[in-house]
């Protein structure tokens, strides 16, 4: 459940807060389920329209923070304390052989990336930690997926066993465009998530990504004598 707040186009309005099921928000569009707890007067002059966090998701992201805080791993030392700006280079950077890096180059030469994303795909290889933006249209989803292919296919290539990577997104279009991306590239992806809310055109080529659907799966495979239930016959 989200918080929707309306406020009235005028300096000294006061916003009006109401919580509520938010149907859908797509393209700039929100959906939502009207209730008689509406101003009376929603449809006379202008409103300003903002969705505010949901509350519940806001507080596991603080609560993950504070934990992430407490531990002295060196993902926290980097993303949370407050360290010296040399210090912080030296922790993040990771020492890359120049030959490998002239291979990784190649790599993703072959995948018809661009100079920006070839630049941006070596630095996650020569960084802990890594920051793409761009506006868009500038290519940031592919760049993603090539950055899991560098960090996947690349590395077996090269006798190295590749990480479980995740990605996460509040959107789910765009975690389906860069699955697509993936699937194409050959990489084993599981999708996790509410699929009430995937878009129509990708919920067919989705489907059987689904992280319970595999599950299913591969417990229909081992055990045939069950049912849907996990029951024995």
Known sequence: RSQLLLTRDTPDAIPWKHTLKVAAVRAGRITIAPDESFPADLTEG??????AENLRTLYAQIGAVEQLAKSKALLSRLLIHDLPSAERRA???VDVADAVIDRAYAFLKDRRANGAQIEACLNTLKHRISQIQGPPGTGKTYTCAIVMDLNTTFLEQKGRAALPMLVTSQNNDAVDVLLAYLVKAGLKVGRYGNFANVSPSFKAAVEPYAVDELAS??????RPDL???GKAW
């Open 227 to 229: 049912d849907d239930k």
């Open 217 to 222: 799966k591969q417990l229909r495979e081992a």
């Open 46 to 51: 202008l409103w300003r329209l903002d969705l």
């Open 91 to 93: 922790l993040n950077c």
